[in-house]
């Protein structure tokens, strides 16, 4: 199983960007995957930031990106994207997704629910 995010870069604040996640190898169950977007920054706790059942498709959004982050889903092309609106240079961090299997709604922020983890893609948000 293979993750791989993209779409990062460098965007001045208030600013979009669309990062994507690319995923391989989930066969079969692929649609009962959630997936989440986490972000880490120097010296706090990994944080979930968008995450998508794939049960039932709920999201769950944490309060920092509430309004101005969206998470989808295309299963056509096995791909997880997240909308990120009005950009804040407070946003500026490397930005990792997960897949997890069967996931209920309340676990979906907990990064240890996750199964796979791709590599990250950096944002920076300045002018």
């Known amino acids: 199983v293979q993750l791989q995010a993209f779409g990062g870069g460098l965007v001045q604040p208030g600013r979009s960007l669309r990062l994507s996640c690319a995923a391989s190898g989930l066969i079969l169950d692929y649609y009962y995957y959630s997936f989440g977007w986490f972000r880490q920054a120097p010296g706090k706790e990994r944080e979930g930031v968008s995450c998508i059942s794939g049960t039932d498709g709920s999201t769950v959004y944490s309060d920092s990106v509430k309004g101005r982050f969206a998470i989808s889903r295309d299963d056509a092309r096995n791909t997880v994207y997240l909308q990120m609106n009005s950009l804040k240079p407070e946003d500026t961090v490397e930005y990792s997704c997960?897949?997890?299997?069967?996931?209920?709604?309340?676990?979906?922020?907990?990064?240890?629910?996750?199964?796979?983890w791709g590599q990250g893609t950096q944002v920076t948000v300045s002018s």
């Open positions: 997960a897949a997890g299997d069967r996931l209920i709604v309340s676990t979906l922020t907990r990064p240890s629910a996750y199964d796979y």
